[in-house]
């Protein structure tokens, strides 16, 4: 690693540490030559591949300002959007490769952004899946309205299903909610009883 104050080519670690959760090494190091030290981070290698061919390294703050545009004038803070750009950028990495197309991290915002701000999320999703007419609109507004009558469905169903022995609202089933995934289609609510 070349040194930023005297530009040597050698430098040497003098203490590590994690950092962002795990997701990346903080390094001290110290020039050889001048003896100033300095610090460095060491992430995983991620690159975004664009429709052009074009790649970039995935940036957070990207997502940020992409999902921000659709936020304007909605109640959405910065610490949401940060959560935001957090989650995509694991569903991304999640994939296991070290390129990954533009249209996968648009995919990733799509399930959060629903989550966080329906009006938002159909801004963006417009542009990201390039409505041309109010058909579009409609077919969207239809399957998010499906979805909040998934969730209505499903709620009372969780709360009466109580198991007497362990007083647990949920034993003995596994229910799927609506949201929990990253693909713009809701899923279907199951409840299907689990092995003991």
Request: a negative charge; one cysteine or more; hydrophobic letters at 40%.
């Amino acid at each position: 690693m070349r040194c930023p104050f005297c530009r040597h080519p050698d430098s040497r670690v003098i203490d590590s540490r994690v950092a962002d959760e795990g997701a990346a090494i903080r390094r001290r190091r110290q020039c050889s030559e001048c003896g100033r030290r300095f610090t460095t981070a060491e992430t995983a290698s991620l690159v975004v591949v664009k429709r052009s061919g074009v790649t970039e390294p995935f940036s957070r703050a990207k997502v940020v300002a992409g999902v921000r545009k659709a936020c304007q004038g909605r109640p959405v803070d910065e610490d949401a959007l940060a959560l935001l750009a957090q989650q995509v950028e694991e569903t991304v990495r999640s994939a296991g490769a070290a390129e990954v197309p533009a249209e996968d991290v648009g995919r990733a915002i799509l399930g959060p952004l629903r989550a966080l701000d329906e009006v938002a999320y159909l801004r963006f999703a417009s542009v990201y899946r390039s409505f041309e007419s109010l058909a579009d609109f409609e077919t969207e507004i239809a399957v998010l309205r499906v979805g909040e009558a998934v969730d209505a469905a499903v709620a009372p169903v969780e709360q009466a299903t109580v198991d007497p022995a362990h007083g647990d609202p949920t034993a003995g089933h596994t229910v799927a909610h609506f949201g929990d995934t990253h693909d713009p289609a809701p899923p279907s609510a199951q409840l299907a009883p689990t092995k003991p």
